[in-house]
């Protein structure tokens, strides 16, 4: 992991995510503490397109889905392009069964297909190694993206050591690439981290008032709403010191949507007879 030293008010964050082994991954990030940001193994269905992909795809090939494919599978499709119309052809179909792959209607190699399977099956995509990092650093207080095209993301500054020890060893499995640059807090980059911010709490404090008003969530339900109000009011604290901003728009959105979350789950409390 890269980064530059200043006298920091922060620190802006982005990577570039490889696939990795699924176990390993897992077995690092659950001894770093976030095993649960970690996406469960991709399945046997998108294990499979991606093996039929790999080992039969080209221009004129695509993958279709059968009807229920999780049981019945999926189709490589020949695709006869023409200037009226296409035609298509189904060149084999494959599903799995226990683990194993099986294959039908046309020549396929099992065996090739078994083992890019297995490869597949055991392995974390790209974009979920991504998806990981993006929700360790919600976990840290790190804002949402910068871009309005995802990628770039603010840490506050009592975050950084834990993600750049989180970083280094997602680093040393292989492939991935985290840079981290600390930062001096200058008006533009305030101006969007503020913004950033402010979306995120108005927007799901608005969200939880209006789920919490139509009195139709399980306990469950409002306990989660709950949970998430109280962090988005701490994260706003954290902000407010961060940024050396008076946050209490925010603070208020937030207590509200907390305050909101306690009535409910008050309202849902068995009575109790004497």
Not at 70 to 88: F, M, S
Not at 166 to 186: N, R
């Amino acid at each position: 992991m890269t980064g530059e030293k200043i006298a920091a008010q922060g620190a802006v964050t982005f990577w570039i995510s490889q696939p990795s082994p699924y176990a390993t991954f897992r077995r690092v990030v659950e001894n770093l503490g976030y095993g649960d940001c970690v996406p469960n193994p991709r399945t046997d269905k998108s294990a499979l397109e991606c093996a039929v992909r790999e080992t039969y795809g080209s221009k004129n090939k695509i993958v279709q889905s059968r009807k229920k494919p999780g049981k019945h599978g999926i189709e490589l499709v020949d695709v006869e392009r023409n200037e009226n119309r296409n035609y298509y052809t189904t060149n084999f179909g494959a599903k799995v069964q226990d683990g194993q792959v099986v294959t039908d209607y046309g020549y396929a190699n099992r065996d090739v297909l078994q083992e890019k399977f297995d490869e597949e099956k055991a392995t974390l995509t790209s974009a979920a190694v991504s998806k990981t990092l993006t929700a360790i650093l919600e976990k840290l207080q790190g804002s949402r993206s910068l871009k309005p095209t995802g990628g770039v993301y603010y840490l506050p500054p009592d975050s950084i050591r834990d993600w750049r020890r989180i970083a280094e060893s997602i680093e040393d499995l292989g492939g991935t690439k985290v840079i981290t640059v600390e930062v001096e807090m200058d008006p533009s980059l305030s101006s969007v981290v503020m913004a950033t911010l402010r979306e995120e709490v108005m927007v799901e404090a608005l969200q939880m008032l209006d789920d919490l008003g139509r009195n139709t969530l399980s306990d469950a339900q409002v306990a989660a709403r709950q949970t998430r109000a109280e962090a988005l009011l701490e994260k706003v604290g954290v902000y407010e010191s961060a940024l050396e901003r008076d946050l209490t728009d925010l603070r208020n959105a937030a207590t509200l949507a907390k305050e909101a979350a306690m009535t409910a789950a008050i309202r849902q409390m068995p009575a109790v007879t004497v």
